[in-house]
């Protein structure tokens, strides 16, 4: 299984970034996905994830109404976090994740993990 994620980058505040994992390895069309973040000397935290189904999307309410976890197909070979609105606070390692159990807010609870992508919005 892999994970490969991209689109990081420095952005000012209030700009925009669509991170990208590809996903191969496996069939993921039953797999839940997500996001996980991590900034410097901070908790690794989530993000955003998405049910097995592809039906349901969960949202930490720091990011909520301003990031979106999107899919390309039912097959899930490739996840989008698109990132609008951005803040200071966005700054960290984003990493995305997958698992063949029900979606979470633990990060244990999931199996495979992306090499993570920076992030840094700063002006």
């Known amino acids: 299984v892999q994970l490969q994620a991209s689109g990081g980058g420095l952005v000012q505040p209030g700009g925009c970034l669509r991170l990208?994992?590809?996903?191969?390895?496996?069939?993921?069309?039953?797999?839940?996905m997500g996001w996980f973040r991590q900034a410097p000397g901070k908790e690794r935290e989530p993000v955003a994830t998405?049910?097995?189904?592809?039906?349901?999307?969960?949202y930490a309410n720091s990011v909520k109404g301003r990031f979106t976890i999107s899919t390309d197909n039912a097959n899930k070979n490739t996840i989008y976090l698109q990132m609008n609105g951005l803040k200071p606070e966005d700054t960290a390692v984003y990493y995305c994740?997958?698992?063949?159990?029900?979606?979470?807010?633990?990060?244990?609870?999931?199996?495979?993990w992306g090499q993570g992508t920076q992030v840094t919005v700063s002006s």
């Open positions: 994740v997958s698992d063949p159990r029900p979606s979470s807010w633990l990060s244990y609870r999931y199996a495979y």
């Open positions: 990208s994992c590809a996903a191969s390895g496996r069939n993921f069309s039953t797999y839940s």
């Open positions: 998405m049910s097995g189904n592809g039906l349901n999307t969960y």
